[in-house]
């Protein structure tokens, strides 16, 4: 496999200038301002909505992105996060809202060498996580059939269960499925991922095999949600589709620095996060009395499963040949927030959708602050954090960061809980042509 040259490019110079809530540190006091990293105050939706130094959440002096551990220092720069919402159009183009002075290719070369060893484990361990074609699912196989004589009972059977959906039930499958429909960008940020990125677009390393097979898995995922909402009759599909339009225009920003120890975490992470979210939407489907529904919601989430599965495993082979490296990866991770892959959503109107989205779902239950508290205790335990030894002094502090910091966000979710109750809110939603649904 080739080796990427070594480099640290900054960009994005023109964007985080433009923000009044820019600072600059360098790497002579990274260490120093790592220190400073620990919330001070949080709400319990920022957790979940992955807007990471939102003034609202974090001291300012907790402002900061560091470069992973695993790779040199840069010239770091924190932007806010929101510009003022007048730049997010410009000549009717819609412009990304959310970025972040990036710090790329921070892996070091000796932690490249360790990666580009791993292909035979990868070959012999990861992809064995992947199904083959025929053995699995499609989504016409839990669809009314278009070529049957009793195409249009099926979609009249289907439409009567949808009908008993609540709206807030809704907009989560659809906030769910658009989040799906964002694929090419999920492809992309893996081949963003120096030593395992897919080279050519048909590479036969074992990476690059994973990644087309695994994007090709999760693509039944949107369709099927896709189809079968539109189905319903009960969404705008054409504010939808604008939405997956915008978001797949805007991508995202993980800040993984094209670094695989960090790609792997997030994407560990991201994965148990949807195997969540769907769970809890298969569940609430039946309880509505969408058993059909809830099958699909079902199957889907036992796919994320398996993906966490294989995504989890891969970073367990980094904690055991470089259980430094993989720590601080995991820290620096966890230091920034895991940011949802959805987070730049927009449909048109609404400037605030994934929040007000995430709002919604978390007061339904379907993916909330004490969930992000889960997966992080879940990864700790999996990849048997506490009792990982040889680390060096900042291996060490990552390990107490990330083995404190799940009771720290439950605390704060708890004290959340505690305060009087506001007054509930409601919002209009495009996607279910402007009804309004509760969001606290
Ligand atoms: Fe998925
Ligand atoms: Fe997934």
Not at 5 to 23: D, G, Q
Not at 193 to 198: E, N, P, R, S, V
Not at 334 to 344: D, E, F, G, T
Not at 347 to 357: A, E, H, I, K, Y
Request: with cysteine; aromatic share 8%.
């Amino acid at each position: 496999m080739a080796v990427p040259a070594y480099a640290v490019v900054p960009r994005a110079e023109t964007l985080a200038s433009s923000c009044p809530m820019t600072s600059k540190i360098t790497s002579s006091n990274s260490t120093n301002m790592a220190k400073s990293l620990v919330p001070t105050r949080l709400s319990s939706s920022a957790w979940i909505t992955g807007q990471r130094f939102c003034v609202n959440s974090f001291s300012s002096k907790s402002s900061v992105s560091s470069s992973s551990g695993t790779g040199q220092a840069t010239t770091i720069t924190m932007t806010a996060t929101m510009p003022p919402k007048a730049d997010r159009k410009v000549s009717g183009l819609y412009v990304p809202h959310e970025t972040h002075k990036q710090v790329l290719h921070s892996i070091p070369p000796s932690k490249l060498e360790i990666v580009q060893s791993l292909d035979t484990w990868a070959e012999e361990t990861l992809l064995p996580f992947l199904k083959p074609v025929d053995k699995c699912w499609q989504p016409q196989d839990h669809l009314p059939e278009p070529s049957s004589e009793g195409f249009y009972e099926e979609v009249k059977e289907l439409r009567a269960r949808a009908a008993e959906l609540p709206d807030d039930y809704l907009v989560v499958l659809v906030g769910d499925m658009i989040t799906e429909e964002a694929l090419p960008t999920y492809q992309t940020m893996l081949n963003t991922l120096d030593g395992t990125k897919d080279e050519t677009g048909a590479s036969l390393t074992p990476w690059g095999v994973w990644t087309r097979a695994w994007t090709a898995e999760e693509n039944r995922h949107g369709d099927l949600l896709n189809k079968y909402l539109y189905l319903t009759g009960r969404v705008n599909m054409r504010s939808i589709e604008k939405t997956i339009q915008y978001l797949i225009g805007s991508g995202m920003d993980p800040q993984t620095e094209n670094n695989p120890y960090l790609g792997f975490v997030y994407t560990s992470f991201q994965e148990r996060a949807t195997f969540i979210s769907h769970g809890n939407t298969a569940r609430h489907a039946k309880d509505f009395g969408d058993a059909k529904l809830a099958t699909i919601c079902g199957l889907i989430a036992a796919d994320e499963r398996r993906h966490e599965n294989a995504y989890s495993k891969i970073v367990e082979k980094l904690f055991e040949v470089d259980p430094d490296g993989a720590m601080l990866a995991f820290g620096d991770m966890m230091r920034k927030k895991i940011a949802m892959p959805a987070h730049l959503m927009y449909d048109g109107v609404d400037q605030n959708l994934f929040s007000n989205f995430s709002m919604v779902a978390q007061r339904t239950g379907t993916y909330t602050a004490r969930d992000y508290a889960d997966i992080l205790e879940h990864l700790v335990a999996r990849w048997n954090v506490p009792k990982i030894e040889g680390l060096s002094g900042e291996g060490r502090r990552a390990q107490e960061f990330v083995c404190t910091l799940a009771p720290r966000i439950r605390k704060l979710d708890e004290r959340a809980q505690l305060k009087p109750k506001r007054s509930p809110k409601t919002g209009p939603f495009s996607w279910i042509f402007d009804r309004e649904v509760q969001m606290w």
